[in-house]
């Protein structure tokens, strides 16, 4: 079956700060692999995505690039800001199988200190 | 344009008692979903309908567990009865269809005592 490992948080950085958030994927089709970002009070928001190999997903200075050949979808910014700390959820949609719904990882929360 | 509506935000029950949660999805959508988020996980599909048709509720817990989309608009998820380790986050989403993006409810807190 689908399953999706990250790692464990909580990730705590300064501002300004290099992040890299790891997600490594099992599929039994060609999933689409995605970012969501659940800030505190507010529900699941979709950061980016990448629907096939070596498509690099980008939004709000965060970036991820799916690779095939690792089964990995590590999240990437390069300077974070407070405003950032969020959980970060990594996830697959396999639409090749039966299964047509995200299986989602099991979260990193993301701590920004100033 | 209004996200997807979910109540009630907060819901706090005695063990065996039943509950219910509703949801309304973007207007259009055609794919509902409702997912179950434990403290500390990722979210996991309780059950997903097409329109009216619940296509995938191979995880639902049909013992106690069940849901319905009538007309298929809004839906309401049930409990009953409701134990202690149903305690958790319910989050419904919608999507135009499968194949496209889906988007998230804030989510029912629901706390069995």
């Known amino acids: 079956g689908n399953s999706v490992t990250q790692m464990e948080g909580p990730v705590t950085l300064s501002e300004e700060a290099f992040l890299t958030i790891n997600c490594t994927y099992t599929?039994?089709?060609?999933?689409?692999l995605f970012w969501y970002v659940q800030y505190p009070g507010e529900g699941l928001q979709l950061l980016l995505k990448?629907?096939?190999?070596?498509d690099k997903g980008s939004n709000k200075g965060f970036e991820a690039t799916y690779r095939k050949e690792t089964t990995s979808f590590h999240l990437e910014k390069g300077s974070v800001q407070v405003s950032d700390s969020a959980v970060y959820f990594c996830?697959?949609?396999?639409?090749?199988?039966?299964?047509?719904?995200?299986?989602f990882g099991s979260g990193t929360r993301l701590q920004v200190q100033p | 344009e209004a996200g997807v509506v979910q109540s009630p935000r907060y819901k706090i029950i005695e063990k065996k008692q039943p509950v219910a949660f509703w949801c309304n999805p973007i207007?259009?959508?055609?794919?509902l979903y409702w997912y179950l988020q434990n403290l500390g996980q990722g979210p996991e599909l309780l059950i997903r309908?097409?329109?009216?048709?619940?296509?995938?509720d191979s995880q639902l817990p049909k013992d106690r567990f069940s849901a319905e989309r009538l007309k298929g608009v809004d839906s309401t998820l049930k409990i009953q009865p409701a134990e202690l380790g149903d305690s958790a986050v319910y989050l419904c989403?919608?999507?135009?269809?499968?194949?496209?993006?889906?988007?998230f409810g804030q989510g029912t807190r629901l706390t069995v005592v």
């Open positions: 996830a697959l949609s396999d639409l090749d199988t039966g299964r047509r719904a995200l299986t």
């Open positions: 989403a919608s999507s135009l269809n499968q194949r496209t993006q889906a988007f």
């Open positions: 990448a629907t096939k190999a070596d």
């Open positions: 309908y097409e329109n009216e048709e619940a296509v995938d």
């Open positions: 207007s259009g959508h055609n794919t």
């Open positions: 599929a039994t089709g060609y999933p689409s």
